[in-house]
């Protein structure tokens, strides 16, 4: 596969609905959807990568940053939220509530810090505690290595 530099800077994007993203934050995006989607596409996991979906087709669904989507079951398996330093908290929150709320089926949710390279897992069950580490038990898969 095709190696990308790390971009280095930090510009914004400004979407036609006024929501911007860092250019760093939507590399990292990129990257976990590129890197994952051939291994989806090959049979190696079960779930398509989408970047910045909802979780269901309801009006105010949220939308994590790159939903693992199971098509047999129409359920969010895993999601993933990028941030940096400032949204650690409120992302790590959003991770528990939507896999602790067992509205969509997602069994393990991580926050990675692109600003720290840190990487936080939460699985279904795990009773509020994230765990720092960037390997999926769901797909048996180091995510850190799309990065």
Known sequence: MEQYPHPSA??????????????????????????????????????????????????????????????QTEQARIIIEVCKNTGLKHDISKVVKLTDGELYGILEGFVYNYKTGQWLRYRLGDGGLT?????????????????
């Open 10 to 71: 930090s510009r914004l994007i400004l979407e036609e609905d006024g929501v911007y993203g860092p250019i760093l934050h939507q590399s990292v995006i990129a990257r976990l959807t590129a890197g994952l989607y051939p291994l989806y596409r090959s049979g190696r996991i079960p779930y398509e990568p989408l970047p910045e979906t909802m979780l269901a087709e309801e009006y105010a669904a949220p939308v994590p940053d790159v939903v693992l989507y199971d098509h």
């Open 131 to 147: 765990t720092e580490t960037s390997f999926s038990d769901v797909l048996n898969l180091d995510l850190n290595g799309f990065l």
